[in-house]
């Protein structure tokens, strides 16, 4: 049991949770996940470490609420527990010296993107940050990625805080000025990391994704995570996260990441039932 020893808000829908767990804190590297499973009866889901504390012995997890099990954490408090957080999973992010990298987080990808640009700034390259979100409520930890960036770039699709449009549009602006950047990472949804990966290409920037796809047992046993590669058959759980963006066949991915969208919603309706029934029961006692 892993017991959660913080929590909070940190944007719409979206709950920061700092949680015991010694053992993964003390191995975890930037880039890293854990596979998440609330109860006997519950699914097991990846979570990137955020963040992570050896002396106190916690990680830090960013949970977006969008499907049953994710909300049905976001309801959970301080001093509740997990029964289960394996860990650290995946490969850590690859880390270079000396030279200009360009980290771009989307909307939930701002969490993962932390842990790996403060690795690489704390190597001595020159980090230079894009932070968006669909609207301002959905942007969170622009303080954290300042403090570990050269520079930062906020962008929401709205425009209601910072620029108005994509961060691809800020990526080509930094690329069209003559900055010699040496690699881009990108974290954020599937489409985004597309487009964002596609727009690198022509200037031949080498360009990393960290593929986030259906998983289940997060050590390369099932096969659900596979995801093709440069043409080859790869799994995101033990051979990535992190691909070589212009080597992932992102349409695929995309069909794979739908393949479970009718269950999903139902699973979801049913929970959100059964939860509304709850609350009408308490407030009638």
Known sequence: MYRIVGKKEIAFNTTLFE???????????????????????????????????????????????????????????EGDHILDVAGPLGNPAEMVENSLVVCIGGGLGIAPIYPIARELKARGNKVISIIGARSASLLFWEDRMREVSDELYVVTDDGSYGRKGFAVHQLLDLISSGMRIDRVIIIGSAIMMKVTSEATRPYGIKTIVSLNPIMVDGTGMCGSCRVTVGGKTRFACVDGPEFDGHEVDFDELLARLRMYSAEERLADELYMQGVGACQSCQKNL
């Open 19 to 77: 949680v015991e767990a010694p053992e993964v804190a003390r191995k975890a590297l930037a880039g890293q996940f854990v596979v998440v499973r609330l109860d006997e009866r519950g699914e097991r889901i990846p979570l990137t470490i955020a963040d992570f504390d050896r002396g106190k012995g916690t990680i830090t997890m960013v949970v977006l609420s969008v499907g049953k099990t994710t909300k049905k954490l976001s309801r959970l408090r």
